[in-house]
């Protein structure tokens, strides 16, 4: 007990003394946990990273835009044999635009319902 403590206080049961010693030693050994702690949090923001990297939101909507590519070939095709070539391009083309625009409107809205829901 340092010479400064007043002796009444030293007598206070309720009353704990830390020297300087002990409580550097506990700052230390709290550093080296939380240091250990840090590298963890480091590895997991790591492993985040790498799996959104290694994942494409849209690939199913890619997948859906190319199977409607397909099919509106398919049909073109099939067009171009009964008709003005012009024409079925014209039709092809105007068909194929909307129907990828209504699957990409339909995942910008479900992108903004399950957004809006996490609020």
Do not use: C
Not at 9 to 36: D, F
Not at 53 to 68: A, R, T
Not at 73 to 89: F, I, P, Q, S
């Amino acid at each position: 007990m340092p010479t400064n403590v007043h002796p009444k206080v030293r007598e206070n049961k309720m009353i704990e003394y830390i020297s300087y010693e002990e409580l550097s030693k506990k700052a230390r050994e709290n550093l080296i946990n939380r240091s250990g702690e840090v590298e963890k949090i480091r590895k997991m923001a790591r492993e985040e990273v790498e799996n959104f990297q290694e994942e494409d939101p849209y690939e199913d909507l890619y997948k859906e835009v190319e199977v409607i590519r397909r099919e509106q070939v398919e049909k073109a095709k099939k067009e171009l044999g009964k008709r003005e070539e012009t024409k079925a391009l014209q039709d092809f083309s105007r068909s194929l635009t909307k129907k990828i625009l209504s699957v990409v409107k339909k995942e910008i809205n479900k992108n903004e319902r399950s957004s809006g829901a996490s609020e």
